[in-house]
């Protein structure tokens, strides 16, 4: 027997709908109607989340996956996630899983303190919501944070930043670290590749610069022919800058075809250099390259003396020259949450059962 659908919060009452406050999208519900996120309910004038407790699978990686360059190096995260999701992109990369609406088939049952209890045995750093937006499941993210914060473990969120102002603070209180998906940086890529806009996600990067005290980087998705000219890169590099600062880590990502887009053609290794040279030139401290072999563009570097305070080969560490946060050679402290010993955990990927201890 599942788990029942559990009550949320972030929404009011029109008449005879109920209007979810959650997401810029607010979507109208009569009663028995799903949101655009297929999670969130109508059931009998009351909004409910369907997918409190359920989760597509959990697994070991490095936090480097997420990505995360300047959080814990090096230390392992235990990553789930539930299913659907509040964009609709035709380039996503998990679709089987944000898409999903068979959500008793691919879903197993974990309560909070079942995924912490699970990361502590497993000698896990932090714990990673992932794989879908966490915004769609805020509830259940941020009871697992809860308990996480009692037992000493780190929470991270992987977003896209679609968000209402309303739930934000709510949501990001309980976040230690955030990697925020800036899929592109016009409105009609926005409207026409992921079914959303583009101004919610800068409202929220702005506000977790100036109100937040979650640690974030960003990453972008080059697709060919869509979002990587030299044009909109600039215009990308230099919203953050003037918006952000320099010390924002930047993470330029290989598209491969899937989904819906399967017309498109890899992103060539070249483009993920320009990018990276182009934002390096205006400014920005931090800037990696993903989803490609490239020690050079993966590894950080001190913004002062240009020494290699990290180095990184496919999510795996070499050195490492960092002493209580400031490089190594001259003393310049960097950006982002950092000990003196780094993680030892390598690229492994490793997939974990989760027993609940509660009856379902």
């Not at 299913?83 to 998990?94: D, I, M, S, T, V």
């Not at 890169?233 to 919203?239: K, T």
């Not at 600062?245 to 060539?268: E, N, S, Y």
């Not at 290794?269 to 934002?279: E, G």
Request: hydrophobic content about 35%; glycine content about 6%; some cysteine.
């Amino acid at each position: 027997m599942s788990a029942p659908a559990r009550a949320t919060h972030w929404w009011h009452r029109e008449g005879a709908k109920i209007v979810c406050d959650l997401c810029p999208r607010q979507c109208r519900l009569q009663d028995g109607q799903r949101g655009f996120c297929f999670v969130r309910a109508n059931q009998g004038g009351q909004m409910v989340l369907t997918t409190y407790g359920k989760s597509t699978g959990f697994c070991i990686d490095p936090i480097e996956k997420k990505p995360l360059n300047h959080f814990l190096p090096g230390t392992p995260v235990l990553s789930f996630g539930t299913a659907g999701c509040n964009l609709g992109c035709k380039f996503c990369q998990n679709w089987s899983i944000s898409k999903s609406r068979e959500v008793e088939i691919l879903s197993q049952h974990a309560e909070p303190d079942d995924i912490v209890a699970a990361a502590l045995k497993h000698q896990c750093r932090s714990i990673a919501f992932t794989y879908n937006d966490p915004v769609i499941w805020a509830e259940y993210a941020i009871d697992v944070a809860k308990v996480a914060r009692e037992n000493g473990i780190r929470t991270v969120a992987v977003s896209a930043g679609y968000i209402s102002p309303e739930a934000r603070s709510d949501f990001f209180e309980h976040i230690d670290a955030a990697n925020i998906d800036l899929k592109a940086f016009t409105d009609e890529f926005y409207r026409s590749l992921a079914f959303a806009r583009l101004d919610p996600v800068l409202d929220t990067l702005k506000w977790l610069k100036n109100h937040g005290k979650t640690w974030f980087e960003i990453t972008n998705l080059l697709i060919p022919g869509e979002n990587d000219s030299e044009e909109e890169i600039r215009q990308f590099v230099s919203w953050i800058l003037d918006n952000l600062g320099p010390k924002v880590p930047i993470h330029f990502t290989a598209f491969h075809p899937d989904f819906k887009l399967k017309d498109k053609p890899r992103t060539p290794h070249s483009t993920l250099i320009r990018a990276y040279n182009q934002a390096r030139t205006l400014g920005a401290d931090y800037v990696y390259v993903g989803n490609v072999l490239d020690q050079e563009r993966q590894s950080t570097y001190c913004p002062h003396c240009s020494n290699t305070v990290i180095e990184r080969n496919h999510y795996e560490l070499g050195r490492f020259d960092l002493k209580n946060g400031a490089c190594g050679s001259c003393g310049t402290t960097l950006a982002g949450v950092f000990e003196n010993t780094p993680g030892q955990w390598g690229r492994k990927r490793l997939p974990v059962s989760i027993p609940s201890t509660h009856s379902t």
